[in-house]
């Protein structure tokens, strides 16, 4: 079946960086787009970022972290990664790996990323 697991969420000052792993199994991998959503507390789950299959290839960016977010892809290890730079308060949620593949959605756990001063 199909398996997301995310790491490397952590508490983080305004400014820092951090590097958010999902590793992915159950499913051909390098055929879907994969994506990340948050969610913060009280708020709808949003996209953060998704990368098409095939690399390089349609990436998209939700408004907020345009400039400061870089997810990127390895086919080779079933792995997406959220690279994200210059953290400020209103991205602390918990983070979600997600796959589409028909007829379902599948998220992984999440991973909790807090940006405090």
């Known amino acids: 079946q199909v398996h997301l697991v995310e790491s490397g969420g952590a508490l983080v000052q305004p400014g820092g960086s951090l590097r958010l792993s999902c590793s992915a199994s159950g499913f051909s991998f390098k055929t879907y787009t994969m994506s990340w959503y948050r969610q913060a507390p009280g708020k709808e789950r949003e996209l953060v970022a998704s990368i098409a299959a095939v690399v390089p290839g349609q990436i998209r960016y939700g408004n907020s972290v345009k400039g400061r977010f870089i997810i990127s892809r390895d086919n080779a290890r079933n792995t997406v990664d959220l690279q994200m730079n210059n953290l400020n308060p209103e991205d602390t949620a918990v983070y979600y790996c997600?796959?589409?593949?028909?007829?379902?959605?599948?998220w992984g756990q999440g991973t909790q990323v807090t940006v405090y001063l």
């Open positions: 997600s796959v589409l593949i028909p007829p379902g959605r599948y």
